[in-house]
């Protein structure tokens, strides 16, 4: 309603501009445009104070919502794609315990030329235990061969550790580093790969044996008894999520259909598409292949769906909440235009007496207030690239418990930058126009 009525107003100011003189259409500023120039020369026109005021206020308020967008835009491109590391473009869940046939499932989505691979997962809660210190974690039973095609889940193993327990990552694709650490074998321990922050938290070290507890219940003499297995760390890894990086820990599949006693059944089939922008196209087409119930598809913005809606949510009011800026700076333009008004009254009528019509009255006036609004957007766009170029080159640190990553990164959106000036053109013109 309010959007509505802000555009009938801009259209209906422009109808009279431009169609007022006899109903003509006339788009000439020449005549105003000599007139404008004297006014604004003078204290009353760009020198005044109200103009200077308003054109730093829309400047200040140009320059602020072009770099808070700047630094949201790559905050949640930054979490995309962390997210995106560590989860799959989608994947195929079956109501119900018994998923053993996702060699089929698999095959099946494989018909979509869109689908590059694929990866069968057990997914669960459980209990690490270490010493006398437990905590609740996520495990992830993955094929060690298979797994890296999907994920970057190989890319963010840590290979090397500093004395500050930062992490060097593989960053390659390469190799059997995943199946070397995951590989099934009679020899030893089974092995899992933990988060780095949960790795700080537990205070262990590569080959020291863990403890995980599942709520999976075992029948026996003592009625329903939680399952335990002894692991051996293998690896950590670091997806810079710290959510991920405290609480998920990888281990073979068949250790994890092991350790809760799933037999040949998995959580679900987790898939990589060739664009993850696309893939709720993808999971369409897959889900009707299969035939629909009993099994779901989910993409990774459905898995993720919280943390996204919140993005969107913030990123919104932010830009409600500064655009105010703008309008409180337009009121400065109106107050220009009230004192120009009176003070150019006896000009005015002087152009009257001689034919000059109420449209072209207008333009001279709403022509300044362009001015205004236009040196006022243009100064706040180079500001604000400026500001968005500094910070995109300096380490902004918080808090990863918090904000789930370590460092905010920059992005210039240039629809989001267009937006902006538009709206304060628009916001500039409507405090013209009153």
């Known amino acids: ?40 020369a003078g204290r009353e026109g760009l020198l005044s104070t109200t103009a200077i005021v308003a054109i730093i206020g829309i400047s200040l308020g140009v320059a602020t919502l072009i ?47 869109r689908v590059v691979a694929s990866n069968p997962f057990v997914f669960s809660e459980a209990m690490l235990s270490s010493d006398r210190q437990g905590i609740g974690v996520l495990l992830k039973g993955v094929d060690p061969l298979k797994a890296k095609d999907v994920t970057s889940i190989q890319k963010n193993i840590c290979i090397e550790l500093d004395e500050n ?29 933990i988060g780095l922050e949960l790795m700080k938290q537990i205070d262990k070290r590569l080959g020291d044996v863990v403890i995980l507890t599942t709520p999976v219940g075992i029948a026996g003499l003592k009625g329903n008894a939680p399952k335990r297995m002894r692991f051996r760390i293998g690896g950590i890894f670091s997806s810079g999520l710290y959510e991920f990086d405290s609480r998920l820990l990888y281990l073979s599949i ?88 009176v003070a150019k009254r006896r000009e005015t009528a002087i152009f009257k007496s001689i034919g000059l019509s109420n449209g072209s009255v207008m333009k001279i006036f709403i022509l300044q207030g362009w001015i205004v609004g236009v040196i006022g957007a243009l100064l706040g766009l180079i500001v604000g690239l400026l500001l968005s170029a500094f910070f995109a080159n300096v380490e902004l640190s918080i808090s990863a418990d918090v904000y789930m990553v370590e460092s905010l990164k920059v992005k210039v959106n240039p629809m989001e930058v267009i937006l902006v000036l538009i709206s304060t053109l628009l916001i500039s013109h409507l405090a013209t126009i009153y």
Request: proline fraction near 1%.
């Open 1 to 40: 309603g309010l959007v509505g009525a802000l555009l009938s107003i801009t259209g209906g100011s422009f109808a009279y501009i431009f169609y007022s003189d006899h109903n003509r259409f006339d788009n000439s500023f020449a005549f105003e445009w000599q007139i404008v120039t004297r006014h604004l």
């Open 67 to 113: 770099t808070v967008n700047a630094v949201m835009s790559g905050y949640q491109q930054d979490i995309q794609e962390r997210i995106l590391s560590t989860n799959a473009h989608f994947v195929v869940q079956k109501y119900g315990i018994d998923f053993t046939e996702y060699d089929r499932v698999i095959e099946q989505a494989f018909d979509d030329s």
């Open 165 to 193: 327990s930062s992490c060097r990552q593989n960053r390659s694709n390469d190799g059997m580093l995943l199946h070397d650490i995951l590989a099934d074998n009679n020899s030893g321990l089974p092995k899992v790969i």
């Open 254 to 341: 068949g250790s994890a259909q092991k350790l809760l006693g799933m037999g040949s059944s998995v959580s679900g089939v987790e898939f990589r598409t060739v664009n993850a922008d696309s893939v709720s196209a993808v999971t369409g087409r897959v889900l009707q292949r299969l035939g629909g119930y009993p099994y779901r598809t989910m993409d990774w913005r459905e898995l993720n769906l919280g943390i996204f809606t919140a993005l969107k949510l913030q990123k919104v009011v932010m830009f409600l909440v500064l655009i105010f800026i703008v309008v409180v700076a337009s009121f400065n333009i109106a107050s220009t235009l009230f004192m120009a008004v």
